[in-house]
């Protein structure tokens, strides 16, 4: 049935949620397959009972342990099917119920931190996508942390604020939809010599920003005025990266003539500094700023009511911030970030809701504030509505997604999952907050320690008042976190490497309910991994971080299931546990395959009663999760890349995260946050386009990787021979077959090791050391006895 989200009044429909009809089928089939997984359990128990060797026990141990990990994590993956719904808005009705002058305001959140990981143009087209939303401009603010400290990045934004001067009223002259410039000149746009006129503006304005990254520093010839020049002489000798000053800039003035000049030119001289405003600004990159060690730096690129778009229309608040650092205050990466973010928001603009994004995340759809509104909006949930999330979308996946970047669970399939409930988790970008939801909980208001970071606080001076810009810098110092409860109790929380999972999970169990909205037209798109050692490396550290919440106070089995109740504390713990996949994905990989060489049985023979066990809960898992994954808008060979990937990453960032998050308990290994490189490569990108995994860098990742590959084709091949030489075809069955199963997934691998010629084959140093430790393995095992 469909149940109104709107009270039941003359008022327009705003937004609606159903239920899936698959409810049903999806509780009677998690029925029956758990008790199938526990008979499987009670056999490895009693084989394991009737044991008469240590080894025939230790084998039914690991086996018994292994599929007990197996079933617990199948057991979380169901808590999303027990009630998953589907929701619809209808943002033509919002101007029915309120009017646009009683929009509320907006604060946007956009976080980097390495020019050289992240591009600073990719940056640039996320906050114009954003600036050019289909919303007031005086109730729309944008901040942009660089906690790199990196004057590149202010460069970037410096030209991005004289070219946003054309491109936002060009999209609203043009009725864009396509609002992020890279993505609009790469499509079929419309052919005129208007818009022929902005990509030329739009390509000068890449260039310089390009050049500038690529030498490595802001110089005199690319700095056009007085006020640039005082904002980049914040940046002195002993700014770094990991100690600096604040830094805060706003700087956002009309210079149409002066562009187009300067793109006529194909140069900048010092008569283009107009003012000292624009002098300092560039200043603040001193001979001594690192992005290792550097001052806080805050940059106001535009303000509301002072500067406009060639037009006269205002333009939306930019504002560039890189909070102080020094290496002698934790900085909590992301989170910190974000914290900083959110005091510095709320002391110049404080807007009621606030919009987080990864710096490559572009909007894709200017109507998606007034999607948010539908909900925020209508005031019989807007009291527990903590958090709009949508999904990420990502543009460039190849045709099979072969790293399964795509994420359909993660992004599409949960999310729907826990909106039948109290709604999905925070994923970290394309997220829309109401800023109430990081002081406590709905009934238990925590209040900050200034009365000027309070969510109702009114700003009544302007954003470059200086009042309002000493207390800026003052709540984005290193130090005014101390002996706070900013990460614990308010704000963004601290903890994990994954901030956004652990900061939606402990809102969630505050009493804090959120919605899945997921529009035809994707809210957001953003750029994928193109290598499989980013791949790796990113999903080992969301490994590292999600076992630090599992093993926490705040467990989701044990505080998420009291807080939430059972189903949501599972559907959290699943996501938490993510790692352990590797203890039965590694011991399957090796442990029958060394068995199959010798000979030995350790599953039902195929005329055995148990085999049709195994069978069904292999079938059934299988089935079950290939029709979820289609029904949800994908394909067989989506989903074929999606299940070799969990294989592959069970014997790699898995196990690899679990290690070290192990070695880290133990205090004798320690972590960061490595980014993932957003910096596409042109050889990499022909290979990814078409479908060839890139192995090109030696990676410790890859040698159990290799080596699994390599134990699994002699085992499978080695079987098959023995089979025919009179082995016991009927009792080796089983490990044939997975054998077998997993040299087809192990395909590319074989490729890279082998037949590739290219520069991402798999390194010939790796393929030596996986040799090795294959013979050795097959070296152990047949010294072991096995009677």
Same mark, same amino acid.
Not at 303 to 309: A, Y
Not at 320 to 329: G, L, P
Not at 490 to 519: A, M, N
Not at 636 to 641: A, I, L, M, T, V
């Given at each position: 049935?469909?149940?109104?989200?709107?009270?039941?009044?003359?008022?327009?429909?705003?937004?609606?949620?159903?239920?899936?009809?698959?409810?049903?089928?999806?509780?009677?089939?998690?029925?029956?397959?758990?008790?199938?997984?526990?008979?499987?359990?009670?056999?490895?128990?009693?084989?394991?009972?009737?044991?008469?060797?240590?080894?025939?026990?230790?084998?039914?141990?690991?086996?018994?342990?292994?599929?007990?990990?197996?079933?617990?994590?199948?057991?979380?993956?169901?808590?999303?099917?027990?009630?998953?719904?589907?929701?619809?808005?209808?943002?033509?009705?919002?101007?029915?119920?309120?009017?646009?002058?009683?929009?509320?305001?907006?604060?946007?959140?956009?976080?980097?931190?390495?020019?050289?990981?992240?591009?600073?143009?990719?940056?640039?087209?996320?906050?114009?996508?954003?600036?050019?939303?289909?919303?007031?401009?005086?109730?729309?603010?944008?901040?942009?942390?660089?906690?790199?400290?990196?004057?590149?990045?202010?460069?970037?934004?410096?030209?991005?604020?004289?070219?946003?001067?054309?491109?936002?009223?060009?999209?609203?002259?043009?009725?864009?939809?396509?609002?992020?410039?890279?993505?609009?000149?790469?499509?079929?746009?419309?052919?005129?010599?208007?818009?022929?006129?902005?990509?030329?503006?739009?390509?000068?304005?890449?260039?310089?920003?390009?050049?500038?990254?690529?030498?490595?520093?802001?110089?005199?010839?690319?700095?056009?005025?007085?006020?640039?020049?005082?904002?980049?002489?914040?940046?002195?000798?002993?700014?770094?990266?990991?100690?600096?000053?604040?830094?805060?800039?706003?700087?956002?003035?009309?210079?149409?003539?002066?562009?187009?000049?300067?793109?006529?030119?194909?140069?900048?001289?010092?008569?283009?500094?107009?003012?000292?405003?624009?002098?300092?600004?560039?200043?603040?990159?001193?001979?001594?700023?690192?992005?290792?060690?550097?001052?806080?730096?805050?940059?106001?690129?535009?303000?509301?009511?002072?500067?406009?778009?060639?037009?006269?229309?205002?333009?939306?608040?930019?504002?560039?911030?890189?909070?102080?650092?020094?290496?002698?205050?934790?900085?909590?990466?992301?989170?910190?970030?974000?914290?900083?973010?959110?005091?510095?928001?709320?002391?110049?603009?404080?807007?009621?809701?606030?919009?987080?994004?990864?710096?490559?995340?572009?909007?894709?759809?200017?109507?998606?504030?007034?999607?948010?509104?539908?909900?925020?909006?209508?005031?019989?949930?807007?009291?527990?509505?903590?958090?709009?999330?949508?999904?990420?979308?990502?543009?460039?996946?190849?045709?099979?997604?072969?790293?399964?970047?795509?994420?359909?669970?993660?992004?599409?399939?949960?999310?729907?999952?826990?909106?039948?409930?109290?709604?999905?988790?925070?994923?970290?970008?394309?997220?829309?907050?109401?800023?109430?939801?990081?002081?406590?909980?709905?009934?238990?208001?925590?209040?900050?320690?200034?009365?000027?970071?309070?969510?109702?606080?009114?700003?009544?001076?302007?954003?470059?008042?200086?009042?309002?810009?000493?207390?800026?810098?003052?709540?984005?110092?290193?130090?005014?976190?101390?002996?706070?409860?900013?990460?614990?109790?308010?704000?963004?929380?601290?903890?994990?490497?994954?901030?956004?999972?652990?900061?939606?999970?402990?809102?969630?169990?505050?009493?804090?309910?959120?919605?899945?909205?997921?529009?035809?037209?994707?809210?957001?798109?953003?750029?994928?991994?193109?290598?499989?050692?980013?791949?790796?490396?990113?999903?080992?550290?969301?490994?590292?971080?999600?076992?630090?919440?599992?093993?926490?106070?705040?467990?989701?089995?044990?505080?998420?299931?009291?807080?939430?109740?059972?189903?949501?504390?599972?559907?959290?713990?699943?996501?938490?546990?993510?790692?352990?996949?590797?203890?039965?994905?590694?011991?399957?990989?090796?442990?029958?395959?060394?068995?199959?060489?010798?000979?030995?049985?350790?599953?039902?023979?195929?005329?055995?009663?148990?085999?049709?066990?195994?069978?069904?809960?292999?079938?059934?898992?299988?089935?079950?999760?290939?029709?979820?994954?289609?029904?949800?808008?994908?394909?067989?060979?989506?989903?074929?890349?999606?299940?070799?990937?969990?294989?592959?990453? %069970? /014997?790699? =960032?898995?196990? !690899?995260?679990?290690?070290?998050?192990?070695?880290?308990?133990?205090? $004798? +290994?320690?972590? #960061?946050?490595?980014?993932?490189?957003?910096?596409?490569?042109?050889?990499?990108?022909?290979?990814?386009?078409?479908?060839?995994?890139?192995? %090109? /860098?030696? =990676?410790?990742? !890859?040698?159990?990787?290799?080596?699994?590959?390599?134990?699994?084709? $002699? +085992?499978?091949? #080695?079987?098959?021979?023995?089979?025919?030489?009179?082995?016991?075809?009927?009792?080796?069955?089983?490990?044939?077959?997975?054998?077998?199963?997993? /040299?087809?997934?192990?395909?590319?691998?074989?490729?890279?090791?082998?037949?590739?010629?290219?520069?991402?084959?798999?390194?010939?140093?790796?393929?030596?050391?996986?040799?090795?430790?294959?013979?050795?393995?097959?070296?152990?095992?047949?010294?072991?006895?096995?009677?």
């Amino acid at each position: 049935m469909e149940a109104p989200a709107a009270a039941a009044t003359a008022k327009p429909l705003l937004h609606t949620l159903t239920f899936s009809r698959a409810t049903v089928a999806n509780r009677v089939f998690a029925a029956i397959y758990t008790c199938a997984v526990l008979a499987l359990l009670y056999h490895h128990a009693l084989t394991a009972l009737s044991s008469t060797t240590f080894l025939s026990f230790s084998l039914s141990l690991a086996f018994l342990f292994a599929d007990f990990v197996f079933g617990f994590m199948w057991s979380t993956t169901q808590s999303f099917l027990m009630r998953p719904a589907h929701r619809r808005v209808f943002p033509e009705n919002l101007r029915k119920v309120m009017r646009e002058e009683d929009f509320p305001a907006m604060d946007v959140f956009i976080c980097t931190a390495d020019p050289h990981k992240e591009p600073p143009v990719s940056v640039v087209n996320t906050a114009l996508s954003v600036m050019a939303y289909d919303y007031p401009a005086e109730k729309l603010s944008v901040y942009v942390s660089d906690d790199g400290g990196s004057d590149l990045t202010l460069f970037a934004f410096v030209e991005a604020a004289k070219f946003g001067i054309h491109w936002l009223p060009f999209c609203r002259r043009n009725k864009v939809v396509e609002r992020c410039p890279e993505a609009y000149f790469g499509s079929n746009y419309p052919q005129s010599n208007e818009s022929k006129q902005m990509k030329v503006m739009y390509e000068s304005m890449k260039e310089r920003v390009e050049n500038v990254v690529d030498s490595g520093k802001v110089t005199d010839d690319y700095i056009t005025n007085e006020r640039e020049r005082q904002a980049f002489n914040k940046w002195t000798r002993g700014f770094t990266r990991h100690d600096h000053p604040t830094v805060i800039q706003v700087m956002y003035e009309s210079m149409k003539e002066q562009v187009e000049n300067v793109v006529d030119s194909g140069k900048v001289t010092d008569d283009c500094i107009t003012n000292e405003r624009e002098r300092q600004a560039f200043n603040k990159w001193t001979r001594g700023f690192t992005r290792h060690d550097h001052p806080t730096v805050i940059q106001v690129l535009s303000e509301v009511g002072k500067d406009k778009d060639i037009t006269g229309e205002s333009m939306p608040n930019l504002i560039y911030v890189s909070r102080q650092k020094s290496r002698n205050s934790p900085h909590h990466f992301k989170g910190g970030a974000l914290n900083a973010l959110l005091r510095v928001s709320a002391v110049m603009t404080n807007a009621p809701i606030i919009l987080t994004l990864d710096c490559d995340m572009h909007s894709n759809d200017p109507q998606t504030p007034h999607r948010v509104l539908c909900y925020f909006s209508d005031a019989t949930i807007r009291s527990k509505v903590g958090y709009i999330q949508f999904p990420q979308r990502f543009h460039g996946l190849n045709k099979n997604d072969i790293y399964a970047s795509e994420f359909k669970r993660l992004f599409l399939i949960h999310p729907m999952g826990m909106d039948g409930l109290a709604g999905p988790s925070y994923v970290g970008t394309g997220c829309f907050f109401s800023r109430r939801v990081f002081f406590g909980g709905p009934s238990s208001f925590v209040s900050p320690e200034l009365p000027e970071l309070r969510p109702d606080h009114v700003v009544k001076e302007p954003i470059q008042a200086q009042s309002i810009l000493a207390m800026a810098h003052h709540v984005a110092d290193c130090k005014y976190e101390d002996q706070s409860n900013w990460g614990s109790k308010v704000g963004f929380k601290y903890g994990s490497l994954v901030e956004d999972y652990y900061t939606g999970y402990r809102l969630q169990c505050e009493g804090w309910q959120s919605v899945f909205c997921h529009p035809n037209r994707p809210a957001f798109l953003g750029d994928v991994p193109i290598t499989l050692n980013d791949v790796l490396n990113q999903n080992k550290r969301w490994s590292v971080g999600l076992l630090e919440v599992a093993f926490s106070k705040y467990s989701p089995v044990t505080f998420g299931v009291w807080a939430m109740g059972p189903i949501m504390g599972h559907c959290y713990a699943h996501y938490a546990f993510w790692p352990i996949w590797s203890i039965p994905l590694t011991i399957y990989a090796f442990l029958p395959q060394l068995a199959l060489l010798h000979g030995v049985s350790i599953f039902p023979k195929v005329s055995d009663t148990w085999f049709f066990l195994y069978a069904f809960l292999f079938l059934g898992a299988y089935a079950q999760d290939c029709l979820v994954f289609i029904l949800c808008e994908g394909t067989f060979q989506r989903w074929w890349s999606d299940q070799r990937m969990w294989m592959l990453r %069970g /014997v790699t =960032s898995y196990l !690899f995260g679990s290690i070290e998050f192990l070695t880290k308990c133990l205090g $004798i +290994a320690a972590h #960061g946050f490595n980014l993932t490189s957003k910096v596409l490569d042109g050889e990499q990108s022909k290979r990814y386009d078409q479908g060839t995994f890139e192995f %090109g /860098v030696e =990676s410790p990742m !890859f040698v159990p990787l290799s080596t699994a590959a390599i134990v699994n084709l $002699i +085992a499978f091949f #080695g079987g098959l021979v023995g089979v025919y030489r009179g082995g016991d075809f009927d009792g080796l069955f089983v490990q044939i077959f997975v054998a077998g199963f997993v /040299v087809v997934n192990c395909w590319p691998i074989y490729e890279a090791m082998v037949l590739r010629t290219d520069k991402g084959r798999m390194p010939t140093k790796t393929t030596l050391i996986s040799t090795f430790l294959a013979w050795a393995l097959y070296t152990a095992a047949s010294h072991t006895p096995h009677k």
